[in-house]
Nanobody, 118 residues
Framework: QVQLVESGGGLVQAGGSLRLSCEAS????????MGWFRETPGKEREFVANIRWNTQSTFYRDSVKGRFAISRDNAKNTVYLQMNNLKPEDTAVYYC???????????WGQGTQVTVSS
């Protein structure tokens, strides 16, 4: 069983920065991809960014390219999302996501609130 624990959300003014962290635990955790999604009331959860664990290839939604950076620490089983130049439209609950090799399940964290004031 894989557990994902997020941290780092909060309230920030437009133009500010936040760094989200997500630590994965599990006896045989072998991630293929880890990443972040976000959700606002009345909207579907949307993809933000992810990273392929072995190659460190990264992928972003267009609206965050150049502002957000995803990275990972293999030794800590942790993925980070550095968010710079935040905008009010980035306000959402951010969820960590993990997909691991040979496992059909899709794992989610509990979510962390990010609020950007104008």
């Amino acid at each position: 069983q894989v557990q994902l624990v997020e941290s780092g959300g909060g309230l920030v003014q437009a133009g500010g920065s936040l760094r989200l962290s997500c630590e994965a635990s599990g006896r045989t955790f072998r991630p293929d991809f880890m990443g972040w999604f976000r959700e606002t009331p009345g909207k579907e959860r949307e993809f933000v960014a992810n990273i392929r664990w072995n190659t460190q290839s990264t992928f972003y939604r267009d609206s965050v390219k150049g502002r957000f950076a995803i990275s990972r620490d293999n030794a800590k089983n942790t993925v980070y999302l550095q968010m710079n130049n935040l905008k009010p439209e980035d306000t959402a609950v951010y969820y960590c996501n993990a997909v691991q090799t040979g496992d059909p399940l899709n794992y989610w964290g509990q979510g962390t609130q990010v609020t950007v004031s104008s």
